[in-house]
Structures are given as structure tokens and as C-alpha cells.
């Protein structure tokens, strides 16, 4: 990460986000007090998370690697850790 670079900072702040979002999510599932609908909301809800934490992962592998040479080379290998 280059941070002086503006790119590389937002992408990691909408990274963090996302992230955070699907922690939250994931920590509302286990808490005790919900019912089997709002169960099947929020398995949604995660799993929109989840999606939105791994494309913000590889927009930013993807920009390491073509704007700063680091990390991966190809779309193909940035798929999500």
C-alpha cells in the first residue's frame, strides 16, 4: 500500500467498511432473541456482506498490482483470500 496514494486509502477505507458491516452482521446472527424469519433476513444480509467484503478486497489487490506492481498479476488470481 502506497499511502500517499488516494486510490489506495479509500480503497481500504471501503474495505474496512464492508468488513465491518459483515462483522456486525455475523455477531447479530449469533446473538440470542431472533426468529426464524429475521434468521433468513439476516442470512441474506450476510451474505450481500460477505460479497461486497470480497469485491473491495480485490479492487484493491487488483489496483496494488496494476499501479503499484505489487501482489498479484491477473484479475484471475485476485479472487479473495
Not at 17 to 29: G, S
Not at 60 to 68: A, P
Amino acid at each position: 500500500m502506497n499511502e500517499d496514494c488516494a486510490l489506495c486509502n479509500g480503497l481500504w477505507r471501503e474495505y474496512a467498511k464492508a468488513t465491518t458491516e459483515h462483522v456486525r452482521l455475523l455477531r447479530e446472527e449469533e446473538s440470542p432473541g431472533w426468529d426464524l424469519a429475521r434468521f433468513r433476513k439476516l442470512e441474506s444480509e450476510i451474505d450481500v456482506a460477505a460479497g461486497v467484503r470480497a469485491r473491495a478486497r480485490i479492487a484493491i489487490k487488483i489496483h496494488l498490482s496494476k499501479d503499484h506492481g505489487e501482489g498479484v498479476r491477473s484479475v484471475a488470481s485476485a479472487q479473495p483470500d
